[in-house]
């Protein structure tokens, strides 16, 4: 590879909003996206919210011509809504599903059916290796009373952890998606302090679109606005994070997002707005150590956000623990009830009422031992998301006990690769 190797990638992120039935003129909008897409010529078009293969093979049909390599990534009852559409050939692809993804229970919800993934496709672009990240993580319902900010943050975890460690062979590492995470929420900061992933709005010095970044505004039609009432300029939940390793560096040469509208008029593509970004890999220039200051204050944050985490988490077992402990006594109470009616029905007193109650406690006794599976099988994934952050947060101590000479690869998740940026 030589010297002066330069290399400008052009990448779309968009949740679609494509839920059967549910989305307002759905098939329109992916019609006019298609179009969009196929006029762009983007190097890669990252989506969520592709309920329905259906879309997917019209997309895949539609932009075969521009975008001859397409995924679509599989997962749960309805699916991961995930897709992929790339102007260069995909070496390989794979996906994570998520261990903990919202209660069954809450139908109106509907996440646990879907099987929330991470997808990763794998690319090698003038012998550069780019490995790009697409997901998207359990919503959030009410933020004042968020009863999926434990599964949320375990989410985040396996996805920073899933990048760790799938990306060692990588030259450089593109995350795109609906994190569902404001910037300053928990987990959007595991995520980037455990992988060193940069924000793409952050780090650009040339954007255009929406006031803050916001990628659900109040201008859009098809967005609720009462749930955006507290935030009077949209929030920032979808986002493009990047870095760069051995031996090269990244930068995001610009940042583009549409603002309740189609990019060129007309209805918007979907409830959220796109993200357009032109990004350019370089050579690195040759890297300086970091001063022991620096290297203390990475560990002191890094720290700080896995005992946040930690003790979120705590807290999501505990809960998981008593709803599983409620529902166990409920099934003891159900076996008592079941073994009296059954003892009343043989002894032929009052054996029509034991009869016509025996559906009924046997459908308490089935949903109460549901819930208990299902509860126990929460704790027990929480639980194993919380011993990964305590290992992970013990040796992050040792080492900042053991000053500036440690730099240990366990707290540098993030290599020192993707320090320098030319804008």
Not at 41 to 60: H, K, N, P
Not at 284 to 305: D, F
Not at 353 to 360: D, G, S
Request: net charge neutral; glycine share 8%; with cysteine.
């Amino acid at each position: 590879m030589k010297p002066n190797f330069s290399l400008r990638l052009r990448i779309f992120n968009l949740n679609c909003w494509g839920i059967p039935y549910l989305s307002k003129h759905r098939g329109d909008r992916v019609k006019r996206l298609g179009d969009f897409l196929n006029m762009e010529s983007f190097d890669l078009a990252l989506l969520e919210e592709v309920w329905s293969e259906q879309d997917f093979q019209y997309l895949r049909q539609k932009l075969l011509p521009t975008y001859p390599a397409a995924h679509y990534f599989r997962s749960g009852i309805i699916g991961s809504g995930l897709c992929v559409f790339s102007k260069h050939p995909i070496q390989e692809f794979t996906q994570h599903v998520y261990t903990l993804n919202g209660y069954p229970y809450m139908i109106h919800h509907g996440d646990w059916f879907c099987g929330k993934a991470v997808g990763l496709l794998v690319l090698h672009l003038s012998g550069l290796v780019l490995n790009a990240y697409v997901t998207h993580l359990h919503a959030e319902y009410n933020r004042q009373k968020d009863i999926y900010l434990a599964h949320r943050v375990a989410q985040a975890w396996e996805l920073a952890q899933f990048i760790h460690h799938t990306s060692k062979k990588a030259d450089v590492v593109l995350l795109c998606g609906d994190l569902n995470l404001h910037p300053k929420d928990l987990g959007c900061r595991l995520l980037k302090e455990w992988t060193g992933l940069r924000d793409a709005y952050l780090e650009t010095r040339d954007f255009k679109g929406s006031e803050e970044g916001c990628t659900m505004v109040p201008e859009n039609c098809y967005v609720n606005q009462q749930e955006l009432e507290p935030f009077p300029f949209g929030i920032r939940i979808d986002y493009v994070l990047y870095k760069a390793v051995s031996g090269f560096y990244i930068s995001c040469k610009a940042l583009r997002t549409t603002i309740g509208h189609d990019p060129h008029g007309g209805t918007p593509l979907s409830d959220h707005e796109a993200l357009m970004a032109t990004l350019c890999v370089r050579h690195s220039p040759p890297q300086h150590t970091p001063s022991p200051t620096h290297g203390s204050a990475e560990r002191s944050r890094l720290i700080s956000v896995l005992k946040e985490a930690w003790a979120e988490l705590d807290l999501g077992m505990a809960q998981a623990r008593w709803w599983a402990a409620f529902a166990g006594y409920v099934i003891g109470l159900g076996l008592l009830l079941v073994a009296l009616l059954c003892t009343l029905a043989a002894g032929g007193r009052v054996r029509e009422v034991a009869i016509l109650l025996w559906t009924p406690s046997v459908g308490l006794l089935l949903g109460a031992g549901a819930v208990y599976l299902f509860h126990m099988q929460e704790a027990k994934g929480l639980s194993r998301v919380w011993a990964e952050l305590q290992h992970v947060l013990g040796r992050a101590r040792e080492a900042q006990d053991l000053g500036p000479e440690s730099q240990p690869a366990l707290l540098l998740g993030q290599q020192e690769g993707d320090r320098s940026e030319e804008q």
